[in-house]
Structure formats: structure tokens, C-alpha cells
T-cell receptor, first 113, second 116 residues
Framework: GDSVTQMEGPVTLSEEAFLTINCTYTATGYPSLFWYVQYPGEGLQLLLKATKADDKGSNKGFEATYRKETTSFHLEKGSVQVSDSAVYFCALSVLEYGNKLVFGAGTILRVKS | GAVVSQHPSRVICKSGTSVKIECRSLDFQATTMFWYRQFPKQSLMLMATSNEGSKATYEQGVEKDKFLINHASLTLSTLTVTSAHPEDSSFYIC????????????FGQGTRLTVV
């Protein structure tokens, strides 16, 4: 079945450090890929998405590129802030399977000032 | 962006009772809504896909008779946890996607269910 694997956390960084959160996937169809973020005490919000190979999603300084050859969608940010502390979820959906989202386990990011 | 409202945000109930959780799409019509369960420090596990006007599609291992889903209108889906037990205690989250392909999913704030 379809699945998403994320690097385990928590990831602890100092402010202005470079961030990478790895995400790889397996899918039987052609998936769309997403990163969702969950800030403390809040619901999930879409951070960025990419719908086809080589697409780059970006938002709030975060970027991720859809790499079909390596089945990856790693999340990066050049300079993190304390306010980026949250749980980040990589996810995929395949239209042929009802467009439902399959999530990775989530990665806790803690940014220290 | 679109808003999905989930209610209640927290509920405590006694073992053996039933609890209903509501999920509403406030400014768009959602033909499909999704119900997830999130365990502490774990990911969201899809429980079922709720389709307006038809029966829900449950994921493997999810008890249909325990987790009753009703999607009576394009803006409302409900999840009823029947005869709740302490092991049903969890964080339940609903989601709705705007119509179309590869559209964004909007999530409710979640419901923390505690069964005592």
C-alpha cells in the first residue's frame, strides 16, 4: 500500500540554522505530495505541495522538490526561527484512491533562540 | 482559506456511553470528509472516508459498528463513538477537501476524547 516515511525527531536547532526534514514515499499510483504543519495547540495546516515530478513547492521560506527518481520530498528552510517550532507531516494522496491523504509519522522541530 | 469547524474540542465520557463529534465545512461544500485518529507522538491514522449521501468507507481494522459516520449534508459529517471504552481515548481529527483534483485539505481543530 501507499506509505510515507519521515525522519524521526525531535529535531532541535538553533535560530537561523539550516533545516532539512527527509521524506520518502511509496505509491502505487502517481501521487501528489504535501507538507502539513501543526503548531502547538492548533490543527494541521497545509505548508506546501507539489503535484508532479520536479515541481517545487514553497511557502514561508520552506521549500520541497518532488523527486520521482528518488521518491522523495524533503523539506528545507535556510534559516529557521523560533516560531517554526511545530510538528511537520509529510503526506501523499493519489486521486485514484479517493484522494485520501496518507501521512508520515510527523517530525517534531524545536528551534531554540 | 476554507474553514473546517469541529465540535466539541474536548469531551470526557464514562465507559459504555456514546459520544458524537461534529465536523462542519463553514464556507465550502465538502462532498468528501475524512476522519483521522492521532495517537500521542504519532501520525494521523485514517479511519474512514465519509461521502455525502452514502455509506462511509472504512479503513482496514476500523470497527464500523463502533465508529459510526454520518454525512447527511454537504457541510456536515458526524462521528459517533459507540459504547466507548478507555482504549478509545484519543485525538480525533476531521478533514475536508474542496472539490477538484489535488486540492488542499482543511482540518478541524480536533477533538480530545477521554473515556473514564
Amino acid at each position: 500500500g501507499d506509505s510515507v516515511t519521515q525522519m524521526e525527531g525531535p529535531v532541535t536547532l538553533s535560530e537561523e540554522a539550516f533545516l532539512t526534514i527527509n521524506c520518502t514515499y511509496t505509491a502505487t499510483g502517481y501521487p501528489s505530495l504535501f507538507w502539513y504543519v501543526q503548531y502547538p495547540g492548533e490543527g494541521l495546516q497545509l505548508l506546501l505541495k507539489a503535484t508532479k515530478a520536479d515541481d517545487k513547492g514553497s511557502n514561508k521560506g520552506f521549500e520541497a522538490t518532488y523527486r520521482k527518481e528518488t521518491t522523495s520530498f524533503h523539506l528545507e528552510k535556510g534559516s529557521v526561527q523560533v516560531s517554526d517550532s511545530a510538528v511537520y507531516f509529510c503526506a501523499l494522496s493519489v486521486l485514484e484512491y479517493g484522494n485520501k491523504l496518507v501521512f508520515g509519522a510527523g517530525t517534531i522541530l524545536r528551534v531554540k533562540s | 482559506g476554507a474553514v473546517v469547524s469541529q465540535h466539541p474540542s474536548r469531551v470526557i465520557c464514562k465507559s459504555g456511553t456514546s459520544v458524537k463529534i461534529e465536523c462542519r465545512s463553514l464556507d465550502f461544500q465538502a462532498t468528501t470528509m475524512f476522519w483521522y485518529r492521532q495517537f500521542p507522538k504519532q501520525s494521523l491514522m485514517l479511519m474512514a472516508t465519509s461521502n455525502e449521501g452514502s455509506k462511509a468507507t472504512y479503513e482496514q481494522g476500523v470497527e464500523k459498528d463502533k465508529f459510526l459516520i454520518n454525512h447527511a449534508s454537504l457541510t456536515l459529517s458526524t462521528l459517533t463513538v459507540t459504547s466507548a471504552h478507555p482504549e478509545d481515548s484519543s485525538f480525533y481529527i476531521c478533514s475536508a477537501r474542496t472539490p477538484g483534483q489535488n486540492t488542499e485539505a482543511f482540518f478541524g481543530q480536533g477533538t480530545r476524547l477521554t473515556v473514564v
